[in-house]
């Protein structure tokens, strides 16, 4: 019997295996500009998440990193909620009105864009992490939250504005304590 059923069954093998893979033709959905938009920010945040996810350490972690950097930190415990939040220090920069602010207007656009294209720097190399003007035409013109181990280097990051350069704008630099990855709101 396993004599007579072995040829059948080879036979069969032999035909699936020439069996041409016949797949059915998927036709490609077109997705509006705001679709794909909307798509590309989602699988950003996905990943965004993803890699947050696996790189989250925890305080203790972060402490210890910062203490290596050499940045000042301590615990604060919250009273409502007993929570446990790591402090550190950071430095403002006030950016207050210089003695030289008669350019022309051309001078001063071009003194803005290296001001600005400087902050960038600043910002891209994880040394500054907030900056702006202030609102209102006083001497005290705008701040920069320097996040850096020490007030030399805050003061001397500040002082290689342009704008400082040029002597329109002048630094005022102060330690300032804030919780440790924690947003603005």
Same mark, same amino acid.
Not at 60 to 86: C, H, N, R
Not at 101 to 119: I, K, P, S
């Given at each position: 019997?396993i004599?007579?059923?072995?040829p059948?069954f ?5 035909i ?9 033709v998927?036709?490609p959905v077109e997705?509006?500009?705001e ?10 945040l ?9 790189n989250?350490k +925890?305080?203790e972690q972060i #402490? ?7 940045y000042k +930190?301590f615990?604060?415990v919250?009273? #409502?909620?007993k929570? +446990?939040?790591?402090m550190?220090?950071?430095f ?9 602010r008669?350019?022309?207007e051309e001078?001063a656009?071009?003194?803005q864009q290296?001001h600005?294209?400087?902050?960038g720097k600043m910002?891209?190399?994880g040394?500054a992490?907030?900056?702006g =003007?202030?609102?209102?035409?006083t001497?005290l013109?705008g701040? +920069?939250i320097?996040?850096v =181990?020490?007030i030399t280097t805050a003061?001397?990051?500040?002082n290689d504005? =342009?704008?400082?350069k040029?002597n329109?704008?002048i630094v005022?630099?102060? =330690?300032w304590?804030?919780a440790?990855?924690?947003p603005?709101r």
């Amino acid at each position: 019997m396993i004599k007579k059923l072995a040829p059948v069954f080879l036979i069969m093998l032999l035909i699936m295996a020439c069996k041409e893979d016949v797949k059915p033709v998927v036709q490609p959905v077109e997705i509006s500009p705001e679709e794909a938009a909307i798509n590309k920010v989602k699988d950003s945040l996905y990943t965004a998440f993803i890699k947050a996810k696996e790189n989250k350490k +925890t305080r203790e972690q972060i #402490k210890a990193d910062l203490k290596f950097k050499g940045y000042k +930190t301590f615990d604060y415990v919250d009273e #409502k909620s007993k929570d +446990t939040i790591l402090m550190q220090q950071y430095f403002v920069a006030f950016l207050k009105a210089g003695a030289i602010r008669g350019q022309n207007e051309e001078e001063a656009a071009a003194l803005q864009q290296e001001h600005l294209d400087y902050l960038g720097k600043m910002y891209e190399m994880g040394h500054a992490d907030i900056s702006g =003007p202030f609102g209102d035409d006083t001497a005290l013109r705008g701040m +920069t939250i320097y996040n850096v =181990p020490n007030i030399t280097t805050a003061e001397r990051l500040a002082n290689d504005d =342009p704008m400082v350069k040029a002597n329109r704008l002048i630094v005022e630099v102060h =330690p300032w304590w804030a919780a440790k990855g924690f947003p603005l709101r």
